[in-house]
C-alpha cells in the first residue's frame, strides 16, 4: 500500500494495489474518489479537503516496523 499527501493541494492518495492496469474513477460524493480496477475492486481512494477529513497528524508519517526472525 502507498499513501501520498500533497500539502498544496490537501490531496489525500491510498494506492492498495500497485500494478499496472486501468482504472475507473468513481465519484462517492465531493471529496472522495474511488479508483477501480479489475473485477471491480478498488484500487485506490483520493480524498480532496484531506485536512478536514482525516486526522492526517495520525496517519502521516507513516513508519513501518518489521519483527521479522531469520
Known amino acids: 500500500?502507498?499513501?501520498?499527501?500533497?500539502?498544496k493541494?490537501?490531496?489525500l492518495y491510498l494506492r492498495f494495489d500497485d500494478?499496472?492496469?486501468?482504472?475507473?474513477?468513481?465519484?462517492?460524493?465531493?471529496?472522495?474518489?474511488?479508483?477501480?480496477?479489475e473485477n471491480?475492486?478498488?484500487?485506490?481512494i483520493e480524498?480532496?479537503?484531506a485536512s478536514q477529513h482525516v486526522?492526517?497528524?495520525a496517519l502521516l508519517p507513516v513508519e513501518y516496523v518489521s519483527n521479522l526472525t531469520r
Open 9 to 11: 493541494t490537501d490531496l
Open 55 to 57: 486526522r492526517l497528524e
Open 19 to 37: 500494478r499496472p492496469q486501468e482504472v475507473v474513477n468513481r465519484r462517492v460524493d465531493e471529496n472522495v474518489v474511488l479508483d477501480m480496477g
Open 1 to 7: 500500500m502507498e499513501i501520498h499527501y500533497n500539502s
Open 47 to 49: 480524498i480532496l479537503d
Open 40 to 44: 471491480d475492486r478498488i484500487v485506490g
